[in-house]
Each structure stands twice: as structure tokens, then as C-alpha cells.
């Protein structure tokens, strides 16, 4: 970026902590000013600060464990296990949630909250919307409202900028659960200028890591945050510059597309939730294998 770059930030209530991570990030080594935060007012049950402590399982839990299995089925028990390894100690700090007026990099940023349209899974904006981002923005990125579509992916000069957890040539819609089943030892994650297809927008930047010590699915959604974190920054840079061409992967070459009604399928949910346990298995062992053989290495003797 040969020039100073305002950017618009699309968003729940609150952030996850890799999300605001990468914004801090974006505003440090770059010449980059967030103006202006849209929040979906439409989501008036997030929780944020609260959700990030969890000491034990709950009343609460139960009835949200009830009321979950109506609509995510067998992923029910995926989400019940990860939650107990909460409980058991096992958090994961990067998917921490922080409301929007505690993010500390917003804090110069004028907040606006939207009323989105809603039809058929996809979201659009109102028309008001549209003009504050044309005008007051050269990019923006979006971490929340879900499938955007409409006017306003063309509204800021710069388009608007998505993640994927995955590599959009290879696995679109559920990314991180399908190449964790399929056992890869490594994963990608796609940064891309939304169109109105699904995870089929131009990429603006992609890096791929290695898998190595990843027991579970949620280290790999771990792994993948912590290259979105440094990925955006480039992606932005990437945008924003005359000269750089994104990459239109054509339709024949788009990933597999993997729908969320997949995971909810007892095959499926009991793949993910076999490997999770195993792995929770293997790390406590070679924990308590690496705490043996310290306990019994020799220590060197003064005389």
C-alpha cells in the first residue's frame, strides 16, 4: 500500500481474540485506520465476555444441550465434548470472545449498528449502510452477518474481504472439520474479495501450515487462526494495491462444497468425535511420558 487505506470492519457483537489479534496487527505494520465498525444488531443473543469462562458443566448447559440437538443433531455431541474440555482445562484462548466497545483498536472507530435482510441463508444490507461504507471506507472486512450479498460487496473501492479456514480449490462451505476427518497433515487458509458465490471470491492471499501437533479439531481451528492472524495484513496490503492482480479460480477448479447439514450426520460426527478423543488421549501420554523421563533424567553432579 503506496497510501494511507480506511477500512470497515463487518461484525457480531463481539470479536474472537485472533480476530482482534489481526486487526491490531493490520494497524501496526501498516499504514491502516479502521473508521468505521458495523455490528449486527439482529444478533441480540451473543454472548461475549462471559462465554470465555467455563469452571463447570451447568443447568444452563443441559438446557442449551437440549435445545441444540433439535438443530445441530449428532455435531451436538462434537460440541459437548469440546465443551467439557473446557471445563477440564483445555481453553483456547484465540477463540476468546471480547465485545465490540472493548476491543482496544476499534476504539477510534465510529460504531454503527445494522438491521440486516435476511433471505434464503444470505444477508444483505440497507441502502444507509451501503453509502457510509462507500463513502468512509476503501475496504472492509467481514467477521460476521454471515453469506453477504448485494450491493455492498462493491461498495468500498477495495471490495470486501472474507477468511476461509481452508483452501477454496480444495474445500469450500465447511473447511476445517472435513480436512481434519480426512486426516491432512496440512491446511490452508484463503483469504479472498467476496462475490455472491460461496468461498468462491478472488484470493487475495492464501497460506497454507503444518498440522504437526494437532491432537484435535480445535487445535486445527487454533493452528489456522494464528495464520489468519498474520495473513490479513498481507491480504489487505494485497487489496488495496493498483498492481496486484487476485487470483479467480474458475468454477471447475473450486473445492468440493461441504454443507454444514454434513457434520450433522452420525458418521460423520462420530469420525470427528473418535479422532478428537484419541488425540486427547495421546497428548496426556506423551505429557506423561515427557514428565517421566525428566523426573528420571540424571542431573549432573556438582563434584
Known sequence: MSSSVTVGILAEPFLYQWQARAI?????RSDVTVSLVVSNAANTNAEAESWNRKARIELDDVVQFADVIQRERAWTFVLAERTLGRVLGDEHHLWHRH???NVDCLADAEFVPCEPRTEDGWTEFPDDIVSRLAADCDVAIRFGFGLVRGDVLTAPEYGVL??????????RGMGPPVLYRDGRDRAGATLQ???ESIDGGAIVAYDEVSLDGCYTLWDVFDRLAELQIRLLTEGVSN??????????????????FYSRDQRRTLGFSGRVLT?????????????????????????????
Open 24 to 28: 491490531e496487527r493490520l494497524e501496526q
Open 193 to 195: 474479495q467476496l462475490d
Open 239 to 256: 487489496a488495496c494495491d493498483p498492481e496486484f492482480d487476485p487470483e479467480t479460480v474458475p468454477d471447475d477448479q473450486l473445492g468440493e
Open 99 to 101: 465485545s465490540l466497545e
Open 275 to 303: 479422532k478428537n478423543s484419541i488425540g486427547r488421549f495421546r497428548r496426556r501420554l506423551e505429557h506423561v511420558r515427557s514428565s517421566t523421563e525428566t523426573v528420571d533424567r540424571p542431573t549432573q553432579s556438582s563434584n
Open 162 to 171: 472474507s477468511f476461509h479456514p481452508a483452501d477454496i480449490r480444495r474445500y
